[in-house]
């Protein structure tokens, strides 16, 4: 069955960095466009970042543009999220997902937590 799992968030002070990881599963990987999401405390979920199929076309959010670069190793089947310059306001779970596809289960999601 198709399956996400979310790896590499953590606590780390503003202005940092830190790499998350998304191991999918049950599906061909490289066949389908991704995404990450996250949900901050007390807030609605939000696309962060997706990035298409076969060539790797990028998306971001006005609020992580130029700090988040999302990538992918279709041989791993591997998704990644390079966050740069963290802000208080990226605090949240952050989730991975098909772009395209509103029945997939969502993951555990990672916890990020930025504070000084």
Do not use: H
């Not at 700090?67 to 791993?76: E, H, M, V």
């Not at 605090?91 to 000084?116: E, I, L």
Request: with cysteine; net charge positive; proline share 3%.
């Amino acid at each position: 069955q198709v399956q996400f799992v979310e790896s590499g968030g953590g606590l780390v002070q503003p202005g940092g960095s830190l790499r998350l990881s998304c191991a999918a599963s049950g599906f061909l990987f490289s066949y389908y466009a991704m995404t990450w999401y996250r949900q901050g405390p007390g807030k609605e979920r939000e696309l962060v970042a997706s990035i298409t199929a076969t060539t790797s076309k990028t998306n971001y959010a006005d609020s992580v543009k130029g700090r988040f670069t999302i990538s992918r190793d279709d041989a791993k089947n591997t998704m990644y999220l390079q966050m740069n310059s963290l802000e208080l306001k990226d605090t949240a779970v952050y989730y991975c997902r098909r772009r395209d596809s509103t029945n997939d289960p969502w993951g555990q999601g990672t916890q990020v937590t930025v504070a000084s």
